[in-house]
């Protein structure tokens, strides 16, 4: 991963429902500039739409048109969404009510908000308090991205491990794949939980040596509870410094995890960091590659303004405060 990626500021996904070619000039330059993502469904209709969100694709909210499909289909489909995936903001663009006015009782709470072509600065507003509400330092972004892909290539010695850019899960509480680790991460500015996700045969290919018989599962259920070690031992030595805890403080709050629906809730709205990382076999000629998703959910405890970085022996020898023996 290029270093200026992890500068930029933290980016996340929204599904763009929206058939007004009017407004797609618009979107565009308003996701440049409000640092989103946005992706369309290829094909038309409500079916798309909830197959796309049945899947694993990674999503911060919904830009909904409230005529998309149809007049009133589009609050139709929001009902659907929301049964489907309640976690997740839908931003309503109306045509000429720039608010939820009119809208019924039961459909007015499904909405982050309404806006319109004439008044973004609404969207803007919403995007600001239920999106981009938590700010994560570049420094430790970046300082994140690179331990975590030493301990994956420690483990994983035949492959190349590069990190995309990371960026924002709000409120989206799917669980990525069959292999979940979760490790609690304390710290006197941060509580909270890491995960690591990842689909199971694939990744297990990638341990199996040549012509030798396959892994057993638990082999893999080990190497991943070692690269999950591995990467909060570092994050520990790094950043663990700073802030002062209050044992009186030290809250918990109940984990529910609903296996059938691959779910997982850690009582908290507050936007998750996650960054996805590739795998690439280097001798592979088919050129496949297994992703895995790591995610951090600050849920207990968040102070950035205490974090700091623990120096290194090289950074103390070149401030003159250690000296080579």
């Not at 960026?167 to 006197?188: C, H, P, Q």
Request: net charge negative.
């Amino acid at each position: 991963m290029r270093e200026d990626a992890m500068e930029n500021h933290l980016r996340t996904k929204m599904l763009a429902l929206e058939d007004s070619q009017a407004y797609v000039g618009s979107l565009k330059h308003f996701c440049r500039d409000h640092e989103l993502i946005c992706i369309r469904p290829q094909k038309a209709g409500a079916d798309s739409v909830m197959n796309i969100l049945r899947s694993n694709v990674d999503l911060g909210g919904i830009l909904l048109f409230e005529h998309y499909g149809g007049r009133q289909a589009g609050l139709e489909l929001a009902r659907q969404i929301h049964a489907a995936r309640p976690e997740l903001p839908i931003f309503l663009r109306r045509e000429q009510t720039p608010s939820l006015a009119g809208l019924s009782e039961r459909d007015a709470p499904r909405f982050c908000c309404a806006y319109t072509l004439n008044d973004l600065h609404i969207l803007s507003d919403a995007l600001a308090s239920s999106i981009f509400s938590r700010v994560y330092p570049n420094q430790l972004v970046r300082g994140i991205a690179e331990m975590s892909r030493d301990a994956l290539a420690q483990l994983f010695p035949r492959c190349e491990v590069t990190a995309q850019s990371p960026f924002l899960a709000v409120k989206d509480r799917l669980v990525y794949g069959e292999m979940f680790t979760l490790i609690a991460i304390e710290s006197g500015w941060c509580r909270g939980y890491m995960m690591l996700q990842a689909e199971e045969a694939p990744l297990m290919a990638l341990l199996e040596p040549a012509g030798e018989a396959a892994m057993d599962f638990r082999q893999l259920n080990a190497a991943l509870g070692e690269a999950t070690n591995l990467i909060w031992g570092a994050f520990k030595n790094r950043y663990a410094g700073g802030g002062a805890q209050n044992p009186a403080l030290l809250t918990q709050v109940p984990i529910i995890v609903n296996h059938q629906r691959r779910y997982i809730s850690f009582g908290s709205e507050d936007p998750q960091l996650c960054i996805k990382y590739q795998l690439r076999e280097r001798d592979a000629a088919d050129g496949r590659h297994v992703t895995l998703m790591q995610r951090f959910v600050f849920n207990l405890c968040w102070s950035p303004g205490d974090f700091q970085e623990t120096p290194s022996i090289e950074s103390l020898v070149e401030s003159g405060e250690l000296e080579l023996f």
